[in-house]
């Protein structure tokens, strides 16, 4: 069984049909989901839904593009929203100079904040960074020196310079639907090069189906596509990469119980 180890079940467009959604997940072979928070004000409904499934976990944190409009938390907040057993991670948070939704300095100080977070709680943290590497990279840095920082690059897009120095930390590496797109060459070399026991795949649904339901909905069930791509790219056999991917998750996402002891 695969894992989606980033999606948005609490988004607008899964509303009416939630438990078909995570059915056809479970049918094509995807048994644990988790579904990342984006904004405290919609944490309760991302909450709800990580209690109303018994495979489907959550995250607490705010995405960078909600930076500015999103009330203030402070990292002592995201920790005490933290405790519920069903949050296993801190973010989606980080850093976006592509969309620029919030300014820059802004997106820097609440990054810090779910760093602080992550570290005291022990729970990983789940970065988003687009056209901002250099920054990303300064921050967890400057967080990981401090000890007790653990994370994954979700959807990851970018360039080898994060990807080296986020594995030099620890950090893990989740693709996306990206990676099966036609121009993603340099993304397949990065793909390759990941140590097997770093390697997360995501749908980030529902947003960036991969191939063949590029431009669709994507949705949880989808991420096969995106693990048999990178298993062929790594030659590795589709069932042992679900194995290590599976493994990996559960290793890094400690507070989540492997499928079949849940409940
Ligand atoms: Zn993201
Ligand atoms: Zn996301």
Known sequence: ????SHCHLDFETFAS???EVVARARGAGVGTL???CTRLTEFERVRAIAERFGNVWCSVGIHPHEAESEPDAGSARLMELALHPKVVGIGEAGLDYFYEHSPRERQKEVFRRHIEAARLSGLPLIVHSRDADEDTVALLEE?????GLAGVIHCFSSTEFLAERALALGFYISLSG???FRKAESLREIAKQVPADRLLVETDSPYLAPMPFRGKRNEPAFVVH?????AELRGTEPAEFARQTTANFHRLFSKTTPLGTEQ
């Open 178 to 180: 990206i990676v099966t």
């Open 226 to 230: 995106t693990a048999a791509l990178v």
């Open 1 to 4: 069984m695969l894992v989606d």
């Open 17 to 19: 049909e939630l438990d």
């Open 34 to 36: 988790v579904t990342i």
């Open 143 to 147: 967080g990981a020196a401090k000890g």
